[in-house]
């Protein structure tokens, strides 16, 4: 249920020397998106998104999380 799957994903990579490409892809919005259904909209759910990564960033630095 958390936002920030895709960026632990990479800040793994990153820190195991993971090699990681870019790629490009086609984008297309959708009817339904739970990212304008969540608290707050737009600018809630990216603040839920912000905190996630903080805390990620924060339980790595501490050792909490390996």
């Not at 800040?11 to 990681?20: D, L, Q």
């Not at 608290?39 to 759910?45: F, I, K, N, R």
Request: charged content about 25%; hydrophobic content about 45%; overall charge negative.
């Amino acid at each position: 249920q958390r936002w920030t799957h895709d960026v632990e994903v990479l800040f793994r990579a990153s820190k195991t020397n993971v090699a990681v490409a870019e790629q490009a892809i086609e984008w297309q919005d959708k009817e339904g998106s739970k990212l304008v259904e969540g608290l707050g909209g737009v600018a809630g759910t990216s603040m839920t998104m912000l905190l996630q990564v903080l805390k990620m960033r924060v339980a790595y630095e501490l050792g909490v999380w390996q």
